[in-house]
């Protein structure tokens, strides 16, 4: 809870942070997909992303512009594995999905992951979930289930499966997250640095094993006949590899500076507008068809994730009180108690 003594952040500042996190995560899934739409390599490009925020971690460093220094312990990356191996997978399966459905369809395609949080919060945690915090998850099954099965539009059932499997994993990496913590003594910023550079060292080898490699040289080495007015396979490949590795290292290094700034109903606010834009956005730039049963279907979703925040948000607070969180704990449902 945040104290009487203390000053609450500036419009300003939040007005720039819901902003930044609103026009950043749009840029990732519409960049990203810019990419998957050509390449047959995902896992590689990935892989290039990592390695770009590793590559900004370390400049950062050694300008000094981070608040912790960067450091490389064998006994830390022990103490990771499992951290590494559920990112590694997470995003691998992540990227799968967007590579198999429409951008519009990504956010119905991972719509489980609040009733997967939940569940695993309790098993984890035996943190027993409310009736209303039930009815939320309820609303966003069933949110789920009318896009993947009702809404009649042809949909890649190897896309809902990887996007059903990538929800899992985020949920139990909000669990594994807050052991892993404790292996880097509580810094976020440490447990980045060593999840991008450890994640890339597992990542480039799977790449191979999986059969990439015809579609990396085609990357590299394979000239293509282009459309005048559109951009080569190598020219899309390294722009979306750079757009995307600084956004996603920026977002990271956004949600230390700015913890405690966004409050949940700002989130719901945020989250809401940015699932409507992610749909336009799909339909403007991908020609994405938006049927009514799609539409609602996200609607649903969105409706769901906004009940469950304002529920949070009431069952965490003492009356008068207003706790200021970071967006991505709400996304991923963590639990807030207030301060005695």
Known sequence: MTSHNEKPASRGLVTGVVMFYLVAALSMVMANKWVLNVTSAPLFFLWTQLIIAVVLFVASDALRLLPD???????????????????????????????????SFYQVARGLVLPFTIVTSYFAFRSIPSLRILVACGVVTIGFFIGVFLDGTKVSMLGVFFGVVSSGITAL???????????????ALLLSWYTNLLSAIVLLPICLLVGEGPG???????????????????????????????LGFLMSIASLLSIKVTSPITHMV????RGVAASLLGMWLFHDIITSGRATSIATILLGSIYYTWVKNQETQKPGSYERVKMEDIELGKEHKPKE
Do not use: Q
Request: glycine residues 8%; contains cysteine.
């Open 69 to 103: 220094r960067l450091t490389f312990d064998p006994n830390v990356c022990k103490g990771l594995v499992s951290m590494v191996a559920l990112n590694v997978i997470g995003l691998s399966f992540s990227n799968y999905t967007l590579k198999y459905v429409d951008a």
């Open 270 to 273: 945020s989250s809401a507008v």
């Open 173 to 187: 990496h909000s669990v594994v997250i807050k052991e892993s913590l404790k292996v880097v003594d509580g810094s």
């Open 216 to 246: 990396i040289m085609e990357i590299f080495f394979v000239e293509a006949v282009v459309a005048e007015g559109t951009m080569s396979l190598l020219a899309t490949f390294l722009w979306g590899s750079l757009i995307t590795g600084a």
